[in-house]
C-alpha cells in the first residue's frame, strides 16, 4: 500500500491544525493506513506537496481556489466520526 501525504491547516499552523493532525492519525491507524500527516499555516499551505488537505469551513474556499487535491472541510476538529465520514472515502481512493 503506498503511504499518502495529509496536510492540515490552520492560520499559524500550531493549533487547531495540530488538534487535527492528531485526530487524522488515531483515525488512520485505527484503519491501519499508513500516512504522513503534518499541519502547515495557511499562507504557506498551497506551496507545499501533499495529496489531501483537511481545514476549517474559514480556510476551505481559499485552498480550494489555490490547490489541486482534494480538500476536506472539518467544522468539528475533536470529531474522529467527522473526519471518518468525510475523509476515509477520499484516503481510500487515494491509495487505490
Not at 485526530?23 to 495557511?42: M, R
Request: hydrophobic letters at 40%; one cysteine or more; aromatic letters at 6%.
Amino acid at each position: 500500500m503506498n503511504k499518502i501525504k495529509i496536510m492540515t491547516v490552520c492560520g499559524f499552523g500550531v493549533g487547531t491544525s495540530l488538534i487535527l493532525k492528531m485526530n487524522i492519525e488515531s483515525v488512520l491507524n485505527s484503519e491501519s493506513i499508513d500516512a504522513e500527516v503534518f499541519s502547515e499555516e495557511i499562507m504557506a499551505a498551497p506551496s507545499n506537496n501533499c495529496d489531501l488537505i483537511f481545514t476549517s469551513k474559514e480556510f476551505y474556499e481559499e485552498l480550494k481556489s489555490k490547490v489541486k487535491v482534494p480538500v476536506i472541510e472539518i467544522n468539528n476538529f475533536l470529531s474522529k466520526d467527522e473526519i471518518k465520514e468525510k475523509g476515509l472515502d477520499v484516503i481510500k481512493g487515494i491509495l487505490k
